[in-house]
């Protein structure tokens, strides 16, 4: 009987070949994370030389969220038309050799082209690697691998934030990254030797005897696939793009609250030291705060994948969201009412709120790229993830720029602040009220086999 690769993948063990796609494209957000955080790392020995001061390089910071932005998109675009293996490769090469020119860049705005260009390549490989590893997975794997993904950069960021320090004194600045960016040419190898794409994508652009000699990697036999329609259109089309009108509502729900998830996200990591040393915190203990968030965060959007298998993506989000406004305006009122000298107690509780806010609002960041790739047919998965995370830099712009201004707006108090974050917190609702594709539950899936 035939069958699409999805189902037919769900039905059989999990394969090696699955383990090694996975394993590869978290190597290659692992290298994202590394290269994307690098200049974060070394900015005070990069500022030094450049003789800037650090608004000034501001300019050089920001570029590769601007370019990580338009390099989802475009990128995830390229993967739904030349495949994702090819275009997961080019991305990573991208990156990687644009972190190598970084180390002559001469002023700001030659290492904010750089990273501009870095960006883009950052961007398409994060769209590409989720779409490549989860259509090699079975359901049951699926959304705890596509979240496990999710935190591959910033597990990066964590190990150059280990390694580095150490680079730069041994290198300089202008070794450290180009060794980085070797290193990541050296996956770029793995990525054309050893992936494939997969047959779901392969089928839905018409390429079925490919289709099938890729499904022999995981499937035993010969099995009649057939392309998934994934709920597109009602005449049957199973190629489709993005913005086809069958993912309207997909559309605006992921792009509502993807930006709505990273405003809060971007909000509170970005500008914690600042309202935290303000109302009496040292800088070590507000970075320590913000520290603890990192954490909660990684083990959160792991453990949202888990979630969202077992009871479903509409009510793990609707719940999210609510558990994250409660927490917004919780944090937003305690952060309000401490005193110029904040207890160890106050301090514990302020620490437990950013520690609880990062960990929802990281598990709604996690769940929405499960949706994504369950909602998104193999035709267009790339692109709509793309698009979500270009979604999700306007809202990590947004809070990133206009932050610092509500607090300004506020003077001593930190109200239009987190009043702003927990509207935002409250559009995450677009997720459960508009998709209309979530991710089902364990036991309506299990009551369809």
Not at 151 to 180: N, Q
Not at 327 to 340: D, I, K, N
Request: aromatic share 10%.
């Amino acid at each position: 009987m035939a069958t699409t690769f999805s189902e037919a993948i769900s039905r059989a063990p999990l394969r090696r070949f699955s383990i090694v796609t996975f394993a590869i494209c978290m190597l290659v957000l692992i290298c994202d994370g590394m290269d994307a955080q690098l200049l974060g790392i070394v900015a005070p020995r990069v500022i030094e030389d450049f003789g800037v001061d650090r608004s000034t390089f501001g300019i050089a910071m920001s570029a590769a969220l601007v370019g990580f932005g338009i390099g989802a998109w475009s990128g995830g675009w390229l993967g739904d038309t030349i495949g994702r293996r090819y275009s997961l490769a080019l991305a990573s090469a991208l990156f990687a050799l644009a972190t190598i020119g970084a180390a002559w860049a001469g002023d700001v705005w030659q290492m904010a082209a750089w990273r501009l260009i870095g960006g883009i390549g950052f961007g398409g490989a994060y769209a590409n690697a989720i779409a490549l590893a989860s259509e090699w997975l079975p359901d049951r794997w699926r959304s705890v691998a596509v979240t496990t993904l999710s935190v591959g950069t910033p597990a990066g960021g964590t190990v150059v934030g280990w390694i580095a320090p150490g680079l730069v004194e041994t290198y300089g600045w202008e070794g450290t990254f180009i060794a980085l960016g070797a290193a990541t040419l050296l996956v770029v190898v793995l990525i054309l030797a050893l992936l494939r794409d997969s047959p779901s994508f392969l089928l839905a652009r018409g390429k079925p005897a490919e289709a099938r000699r890729a499904a022999a990697r995981v499937l035993e036999g010969e099995v009649d696939l057939v392309a998934e329609r994934h709920g597109a259109a009602k005449d049957g089309e199973t190629a489709i793009g993005v913005l086809h009108r069958a993912n309207a509502r997909l559309n605006l729900g992921i792009g509502i609250s993807f930006a709505a998830s990273a405003m809060c996200a971007y909000g509170i990591l970005n500008w914690s030291t600042t309202f935290l040393t303000s109302k009496g915190f040292t800088l070590a203990q507000a970075g320590g705060a913000v520290s603890i968030g990192g954490l909660t965060s990684i083990g959160a959007s792991i453990l949202a994948g888990l979630l969202v298998y077992r009871f479903g993506s509409k009510a793990v989000m609707t719940t999210i969201a609510v558990l994250l406004m409660a927490l917004m305006a919780g944090f937003g009122f305690t952060v309000e009412q401490l005193p110029a000298a904040p207890t160890e107690s106050e301090r514990l509780l302020v620490v437990v709120l950013l520690g609880a806010t990062a960990a929802v609002f990281s598990a709604g960041i996690a769940s929405m790229y499960a949706i994504m790739t369950y909602g998104y047919p193999p035709s267009c998965r790339s692109a709509g993830i793309g698009f979500g995370i270009f979604m999700s830099r306007v809202g990590a712009i947004a809070a990133s720029g206009f932050g610092g201004t509500l607090l300004e707006w506020g003077g001593d108090s930190v109200v239009p602040f987190f009043a702003v974050l927990t509207v935002s917190a409250a559009l995450v609702l677009a997720a459960p009220l508009l998709i209309d594709r979530q991710v089902p539950p364990a036991r309506m899936r299990a009551a369809v086999a």
